[in-house]
């Protein structure tokens, strides 16, 4: 082609045929695909048609034409055979588990990240399930987990979760009387089930008030101090060095926030928001015994009957004997209770 070419620049050729252009491009594209592909992948259509064009070439051009040599046919042939002589595997594992087995194993590796094969196989064992450790590596391996080392840690929900089991928080909000009196409500947060605490009203908050407060709260409720590690708080200038003895001396260490960073103390500040909208932004507060009577009313349903979305909508700690209505459950049997005047209200099955 190239001599021809040069030749027909020089006039001296006849222009070649397009059909033969075309099959040396399709040829050198062929080579340049042998030499970028070490191992060309054929589907069963691909092969039947080169076997349907292998037998219009000559003997002697017919393997130099195509990708396929005859070890590739030998090996096409004993596929063919192993597939023809393999039976559909029904009811167990390939290798002799049963099915229950296999999803045991796979949830106590799942649920379990720092478990080792070892491990895994003792668990089962009280169990009564009876599997080696390379039964476990193998089952692990095929659902694509790996040892314990390189399982992976917990998650941030995981983590985060597991830190709020030793966390308080606490923090005041202000309430604006009829009378333009401002009063400081103080309360303190159990950040893993959200269980909120009234430690006390008062419209002259000072430090020696404060520490008494909590003190009071610590001796009603002593299971506090065995529970809870962390108080958060900010840095109000209530929260004074006598309040801190009081904590420390209940086994739990004070944990200041930095400056200006309220979302730090984002349990605290929610809990704020959520009384306020709903229940005193609806309510006029004469004096302090009226909102101590509303807080602990409204309390009352915050930590026993208000669903919770972190709580997977389940109050912190349901009141005895409460019952909650199911989906389709029919109207006659829901009862309403009015809790505030009506203000909220509360739906129960009718005795």
């Known amino acids: 082609m190239i001599v021809r070419r040069v030749l027909g620049v020089l006039g001296c050729a006849p222009t070649p045929d397009a059909d033969a252009v075309e099959i040396a491009v399709l040829r050198h594209q062929l080579a340049v695909l042998r030499r970028q592909v070490p191992r060309a992948r054929y589907t069963p259509v691909d092969r039947m048609v080169l076997a349907a064009l292998a037998r219009l070439l000559p003997r002697e051009r017919r393997w130099a034409a195509f990708l396929v040599t005859p070890s590739r046919l030998l090996r096409w042939h004993r596929e063919l055979i192993a597939r023809r002589w393999t039976y559909p595997r029904a009811g167990r594992d390939p290798r002799g588990l049963d099915e229950e087995i296999v999803a045991l194993v796979v949830r106590l590796a799942r649920e379990n990240p720092r478990w080792g094969y070892l491990r895994i196989v003792g668990e089962c064992r009280n169990l009564g399930v009876r599997v080696s450790a390379t039964s476990v590596r193998r089952i692990l391996r095929r659902q694509r987990i790996g040892p314990a080392p390189r399982r992976g840690g917990p998650t941030w929900t995981q983590f985060l979760r597991t830190q709020a089991r030793g966390l308080l928080a606490t923090d005041f909000f202000t309430v604006e009387t009829v009378g333009l009196t401002r009063l400081y409500v103080l309360f303190v947060v159990e950040v893993q089930r ?99 009577r509303v807080l602990t009313e409204y309390l009352r349903h915050y930590n026993t009957v208000r669903p919770h979305r972190s709580l997977d909508l389940r109050p912190p700690c349901p009141a005895p004997g409460l019952t909650l209505v199911e989906p389709g459950a029919v109207e006659s049997s829901v009862q309403r209770v009015e809790v505030l005047g009506g203000l909220i209200h509360e739906y129960r099955r009718a005795a």
């Open 194 to 292: 959200r269980w909120v605490h009234l430690v006390g009203i008062t419209a002259h908050p000072t430090g020696a008030w404060v520490a008494q407060q909590v003190r009071n709260l610590l001796m009603d409720r002593e299971e506090l101090g065995h529970r809870f590690r962390f108080l958060i708080w900010d840095r109000d200038a209530k929260f004074t060095a006598a309040f801190d003895a009081v904590f420390g001396a209940a086994g739990i260490d004070v944990v200041r926030i930095p400056p200006r960073t309220a979302r730090v103390n984002a349990y605290a500040e929610r809990w704020v928001r959520t009384v306020r909208s709903e229940c005193l932004d609806w309510t006029l507060v004469w004096n302090e015994r009226q909102l101590r």
